[in-house]
């Protein structure tokens, strides 16, 4: 490895589900031969997203490419298991060109960045920018920010709560430490949509950062990768919440599983899932399904009340073939009755 030039490696940051692993799996589709090794941390262990991109056939999605750091927010995680996958990646005979790092949709990004100055890796690789990805329509619809009379009528009711918005915070935090935002799902909004949002959003971000709408992450590796930020070095300029706190827990936010046997019937399925999101605070599912009779695996992908899904691959023979979601919401979810509704034992509410 030439010891004078430092390895790029580029933050994909962005909230749960806005987009980050579609938009990972575009820029290994147009890589061009670039060697770029994936580092992918995920909310909710069940690995959805390495499958997906292990799956999705691209030349450089392999198993040796695919790195998966599983337990916990790399945010929280950085010296136990960030920084040493970190150097036996930059120790390989054949260290890569480029490094890619998914965060977590909970992750923090400033911690991550702030790593780049540990010894073991700050003189062999350099974050060459923070792309923090927005789901467009879901920012629009005023998701991610606070609403100053809910605030107000909280404190007038209880001042000893602690009235922050998580979902803003964690948003402000990947939005304030970017270089550059993608504006992603530009095809759920109309262009007058989109404008306003570009307005709204060119108030929030550090001058300089430029927006970027896109649909499925579709957008040239030339405009995401080659930044040369040296974020780790400007770390002043990259405001955050937890600025001043050593440590940031994701207590305001919990996930869990739901095992559930061959799925027969999937529309019924689906309509279980829209109405157990309808009725709490769940944020995200996702996970794969054993539909009888097929060959192929079925993957669920939910995002606030849109739901994707599609075969994705045929189960491998050495494979238990199973069906299992991960959900993530706000603390304080009614597991029991979120299973329930989704397996379908839940009473149906009277119409
Ligand atoms: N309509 C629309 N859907 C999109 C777009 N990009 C991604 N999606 C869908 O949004 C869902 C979430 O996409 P992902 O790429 O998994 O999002 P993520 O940010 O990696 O999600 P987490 O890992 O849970 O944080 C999937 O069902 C995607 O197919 C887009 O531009 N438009």
Known sequence: ??????????????????????????????????????????????????????????????????????????????????????????????????????????????????????????????????????????????????????????READDSLDHDNPLEEVFTDQLLCADMVVLNKADLLDDAGLAALETALKAQVRPGVHLVPTAYGKIDP????????????????????????????????ETFFIDLGPVEDLDALEARLLTAINEHDILRIKGFLDVPGKAMRHLVQAVGPRLDHYYDRPWKADEQRASRLVVIGLHGLDRDAITARIRGLAPVAAL
């Open 1 to 154: 490895m030439n010891s004078l030039r430092k390895i790029p490696a580029t933050v994909i940051t962005g909230f749960l589900g806005a987009g980050k692993t579609t938009l990972v799996r575009h820029l290994m589709e147009q890589a061009n031969g670039k060697r770029i090794a994936l580092i992918i941390n995920e909310f909710g262990d069940l690995g959805v997203d390495r499958e997906i991109l292990a799956a999705c056939g691209v030349e450089g999605c392999t198993e040796d490419t695919i790195i998966e750091l599983a337990n916990g927010c790399i945010c929280c995680t950085v010296a136990d298991e960030f920084l040493p996958t970190m150097d036996a990646l930059l120790n390989r005979a054949d260290p890569p060109d480029h490094i890619v790092i998914e965060t977590s949709g909970l992750a923090l990004p400033k911690p991550l960045v702030k790593a780049f100055h540990w010894p073991e890796i700050r003189h062999r690789v350099t974050v060459d920018g923070v792309i923090a990805v927005i789901d467009a329509n879901a920012t629009a619809a005023g998701r991610f920010a606070d609403d100053p009379e809910a605030v107000q009528a909280m």
């Open 222 to 253: 030339a405009v995401l990768l080659g930044l040369d930020k040296a974020a780790e070095d400007d770390l002043d300029a990259r405001p955050s919440h937890h600025d001043g706190d050593d440590e940031h827990d994701h207590e305001d936010f």
